[in-house]
């Protein structure tokens, strides 16, 4: 069943009735409605083009948000063979919300890690929405210190509201092992990989986010933090969400002029959820692009061409 967006409530309706009508004729062989819910299926496309032709910022985070978007399980799945989960910080617990382990990817060894944020009521729950915990950051650390001996690159799927903010992680050192695992995104000698998928939100997110090379898909936003809680600190109002949408850029057009990313990754029309497997397969394909500028450099290199990129953020355009 097709979960419809708050702005897609119009095309819900569109294509509600063509269902009804196609659901009428089967109930009723003698029924010939095709040319009827044909006609529907017509207005609803033109419908669909004329929603995603210019979307905006806060538009763009519920469809980042959509419940129906491919996560980091599926994406594991579909392109990466002969997975191997890793779990455990070892030093605390491991957290559901970070999943990650070896692989192959295009018959390639590789060290793969996202935020999964799961896929109904109790994954989600399991999984907390994706909202990492300390030991979820220390487990990505051990992860890329394992792939960082062996010389195998680092895949990293970013889907999440952010780091999450209870106590308890508190209490571990939230913070520091957000720092420790961006700190160790910078030294590790191999390819990084990162593509953000859905949600990248605040240091949950540049935590596996400082990579060598980073592509968003085309309806996914990354920003400081989200616009609720932009507005809620600026304006003492949540409400407000959609100024904060358009004033943080957090759009993959923006941030791509800003060379905070690298690439854009062009979604089916209507989002990823419209066409997962598309979805998934272009991203694949955009990772196998980007793991190839990388192929034979060397570690020094590598490490270079990571710190250089995030040093030169902000200087577009500045005189030498």
Not at 63 to 71: E, G, I, K
Not at 186 to 210: D, H, K, N, Q, R
Not at 220 to 236: D, F, Q, R
Not at 298 to 313: G, Q, V
Request: aromatic share 6%; charged share 30%.
């Amino acid at each position: 069943m097709t979960t419809y967006l708050e702005f897609e409530k119009p095309l819900a309706e569109i294509e509600g009735k063509a269902e009804e009508l196609r659901a009428m004729a089967r109930a009723n062989e003698q029924m010939d409605v095709e040319k009827e819910a044909a006609a529907l299926d017509k207005k609803a496309a033109h419908m669909l083009r004329d929603l995603y032709k210019d979307l905006s910022p806060w538009r763009k985070t519920q469809v980042a948000r959509h419940p129906d978007r491919p996560h980091c399980r599926d994406y594991i799945d579909a392109i990466f063979a002969e997975y191997t989960p890793l779990a455990g910080d070892r030093n605390f617990a491991d957290d559901h919300a970070v999943m990650g382990g070896l692989a192959r990817f295009n018959d390639q060894p590789v060290v793969v890690i996202g935020h999964e944020k799961g896929h109904d009521t109790a994954s989600r729950i399991t999984r907390n929405f994706g909202m990492a915990r300390p030991e979820g950051y220390r487990k990505a650390i051990r992860l890329m210190d394992l792939a960082d001996r062996f010389r195998l690159p680092v895949i990293t799927l970013v889907d999440t509201p952010g780091a999450y903010p209870g106590k308890g992680a508190e209490e571990r050192g939230q913070a520091e092992a957000i720092a420790r695992s961006t700190e160790k995104c910078l030294t590790i000698g191999v390819p990084l990989i990162s593509v953000i998928i859905g949600e990248g939100g605040s240091g949950g997110a540049v935590a596996f986010a400082t990579a060598n090379r980073i592509a968003m898909l085309e309806h996914s936003v990354y920003s400081v933090i989200s616009p609720e809680g932009c507005a809620s600190i600026l304006w003492k109002d949540a409400e407000k969400m959609r100024e904060a949408a358009e004033a943080l850029r957090l759009t993959a057009q923006d941030l791509k002029k800003l060379d905070v990313i690298d690439r854009i990754i062009k979604e089916p029309l209507g989002g990823a959820q419209r066409d997962r497997a598309a979805t998934i397969a272009a991203v694949g394909s955009e990772i196998a692009l980007m793991l190839e500028e990388l192929k034979g450099k060397k570690p020094s290199e590598i490490i270079k061409d990571r710190r250089k990129k995030f040093l030169d953020m902000g200087t577009k355009g500045l005189a030498a």
